[in-house]
């Protein structure tokens, strides 16, 4: 608070001079009427100067003096200031302390955070803007939002301004300005503003909060606006963070897609070479929040390569130690690979520890931009999109339009004749089992941005990628896109209806049901193999 009166205070030095206060206004604060005293102070703080300035932070710190004249005094010690006159004399005689209760005190307060709008800095108007909006505008402070409205050029403040404008107008005596914040209202408010407007429609006995008909009506239609416009907003909500969910599934399913999808293997330790993934982030983040912290903000930009590479080179030991003996025995892949999960994740733990680690979003991606008025997408969840849509591009461009590509094809669809016409078989299983487990460390990069970063972090993640996998086709990257996006929207819509477990209960038994009628997935294999 005292920064805002701060600045406000500098802002107002520098409008230049400033006028007497006008004793009329003045006068009321001594007087015995408590609606004129309010209406008084509102006044005062409209007239956005250092005089009014003082004025009111006198009456907040009990130093205002009233004389048996009726002069208004602000009173420093033996000194006393007159704000009618702008003069400064010695106390004079028989001064009478201006008595402050709550009501006019939370008056006083609420003023001195409205002056804050009247600021040159944009985030101290609009936190002003926020906490007014919060604490819903009265009537006194109306003159002082109307002439920061006047003055307001940025469109969002503005917009706020103009329904703490309509929010105070709604407590006015007068029934046509009463109805016109409540039209004001239906194209400008949120849910916060349904309560008082719901509390416009009470009835006590046969009499109603609100006494004219016509108002009743108009609050009745702004209430079905804001909820039309809440209920839109919701919606695309649930789009966007459906889309969200379903990039954070895709990342995390389109390694498994290809080491289950093409080279057939049930890789249970896919969910720890995320984790491994999102480790090493936090190591690209400590290296350089110790020896770069002018560049923190870029420590993504080695974490990506840097997760890919280790979680290749993992991909790849595993490769060649422990699944190279066991193709075509899923049975034993499963029971290995699971084995290795647990040792993965033990190792984690003795070297980072059981608590969770935090990875911290760079500044560029803190915060998100508003849209419809109050839905806020988040940058971090912005960026998780984009940035799977250039891994799939990515995937997509190496297995179609590369050597590696087309020998990976070629193994999957046919390995004997692949091997006799030249093409290194091992090597390939090597590289497309490193390729998959690049793409997981890819993969928990993002999941870093999203949360803490512990040892259990991959096991959210293996079986919701198996399901994705699964539905989209086995080995299919168009159908492995779909089906994590899909899944994404689908359990978004289902959490408000069903919670969180039923609606991952729902999307288990539809793929069960769906696996059952088409085995092939949403896309079928084609090739050779197939036969």
């Known amino acids: 608070m005292k920064r805002i009166l701060l600045i406000a205070l500098l802002c107002l030095h520098a409008l230049g001079a400033h006028a007497a206060i006008d004793p009329a206004l003045l006068a009321p604060l001594a007087g015995g009427d408590p609606d004129a005293r309010i209406e008084a102070v509102g006044k005062i703080a409209a007239l956005a100067d250092a005089d009014a300035l003082k004025v009111l932070q006198a009456l907040n710190g009990d130093t205002l003096y009233a004389t048996p004249d009726g002069a208004i005094l602000v009173v420093d010690g033996d000194k006393a200031w007159n704000p009618a006159t702008g003069a400064t004399s010695p106390v004079p005689d028989g001064v009478d302390g201006v008595v402050v209760n709550n009501r006019l005190r939370g008056a006083v307060e609420g003023a001195l955070s409205g002056m804050a709008l009247l600021s040159p800095d944009r985030e101290q108007r609009l936190a002003a803007a926020l906490q007014l909006q919060a ?37 006015s005596p007068d029934a046509a300005v009463r109805k016109a914040a409540v039209s004001a209202l239906a194209d400008s408010g949120g849910a916060a503003l349904r309560p008082v407007l719901q509390a416009m429609l009470a009835q006590q006995d046969v009499s109603y909060a609100e006494p004219d008909a016509s108002v009743r009506a108009a609050v009745v239609d702004a209430l079905d606006r804001i909820d039309s416009r809440i209920a839109r907003t919701e919606f695309v909500g649930k789009l966007f963070y459906g889309v969200s969910l379903g990039s954070v599934l895709l990342l995390a399913a389109l390694g498994l897609a290809i080491t289950f999808g093409l080279m057939g293997i049930i890789n249970m330790a896919h969910g720890e070479l995320l984790m491994i993934g999102a480790y090493t982030t936090y190591l690209c983040q400590s290296l350089f929040r110790n020896y770069f912290p002018g560049a923190l903000d870029w420590y993504l930009a080695a974490a990506l390569p840097a997760a890919f590479l280790v979680a290749f080179a993992v991909g790849v030991a595993l490769e060649r130690t422990v699944i190279r003996w066991l193709y075509g025995r899923p049975l034993e892949t499963l029971l290995a690979t699971w084995g290795i999960s647990l040792m993965l994740m033990q190792l984690v733990r003795t070297i980072f520890g059981a608590q969770n680690v935090e990875v911290a979003n760079p500044s560029w991606m803190s915060g998100g931009v508003t849209v419809l008025g109050s839905l806020v997408l988040s940058y971090n969840r912005i960026a998780i999109i984009a940035f799977a849509v250039v891994v799939v591009a990515a995937v997509w461009l190496i297995l179609n339009k590369t050597r590696l590509g087309l020998f990976v094809r070629a193994v999957m669809q046919n390995r004997r004749m692949a091997d006799c016409v030249g093409v290194p078989t091992g090597r390939i299983d090597m590289m497309t089992f490193g390729l998959g487990s690049g793409i997981a460390g890819l993969g928990g990069v993002a999941l870093s941005q999203l949360g803490n970063v512990g040892p259990d972090l991959g096991q959210a993640y293996v079986v919701d990628s198996f399901m994705v996998v699964v539905l989209g086709g086995v080995g299919q990257l168009a159908g492995t896109v779909i089906a994590a996006l899909g899944l994404g929207e689908v359990n978004k819509f289902l959490e408000p209806l069903a919670g969180a477990v039923m609606a991952k209960i729902a999307i288990l038994v539809f793929i069960i049901i769906f696996i059952q009628r088409r085995p092939q997935g949403l896309f079928a294999m084609k090739g050779r193999s197939v036969e």
């Open 135 to 171: 604490k819903s505008a009265d009537a006194a402070q109306a003159p002082l939002i109307r002439k920061a409205y006047a003055l307001e050029k940025d469109t969002a403040i503005k917009a706020i301004l103009l329904s703490l404008v309509a929010t105070a107008d709604l407590q």
